[in-house]
């Protein structure tokens, strides 16, 4: 299975209508760990559950998209942000941007096309991101494994002399 049908994405808006139908498209995309919130605040609830990618709406009752993200923000999660919004208001995209959105979409007919390509661009960001972190963590032992076993060179000339020269 590949890594992106695992990414962990909540979408959070307060339209069940299409909450329903926007989880259903991205499901039948062969994404299967989707969760959805009718409110920013419960998602805010769950990012202990380390979402991959959220896509957040601006308009909605109690907290809108904006605070939202930087709440998001300060919890020092590593979730990209896409806004899905109805809102087509500069200020509102430039402040996504601002605080750190990864887009900005604008709820219509080619939404969930533009949405899906943005799933898979931000699946390969995040597969080379892990690889990068893994051959980081291979060079670290590698290097461990060179010092020890340049330290024990060194301890076995100290004890045994005569054996090195």
């Given at each position: 299975?590949?890594a ?7 979408i959070v ?9 926007f989880?259903?498209?991205?499901e ?37 998209g ?27 995209a ?66 045994f ?5």
């Amino acid at each position: 299975m590949n890594a992106f049908y695992n990414q962990l994405i909540f979408i959070v808006d307060d339209d069940e209508a299409f909450l329903k139908l926007f989880s259903k498209k991205i499901e039948n995309e062969g994404f299967r760990n989707v969760k959805t919130f009718s409110s920013a605040d419960t998602c805010l609830l769950c990012l202990d559950q380390e979402p991959d990618i959220i896509l957040l709406d601006y308009q909605m009752p109690g907290k809108n998209g904006i605070d939202a993200l930087k709440d998001i923000k300060n919890s020092k999660s590593n979730a990209r942000v896409v806004f899905l919004t109805a809102s087509e208001d500069k200020k509102v995209a430039d402040d996504a941007f601002k605080y750190d959105a990864f887009d900005y979409v604008v709820k219509n007919d080619t939404s969930f096309g533009r949405v899906k390509l943005l799933l898979k661009r931000i699946n390969k960001l995040n597969a080379t991101a892990e690889a990068q972190k893994k051959a980081r963590r291979l060079k670290i032992t590698l290097v461990i494994i060179l010092l020890l076993l340049t330290g024990s060179v060194l301890l076995l000339s100290f004890l045994f002399p005569d054996f090195f020269s």
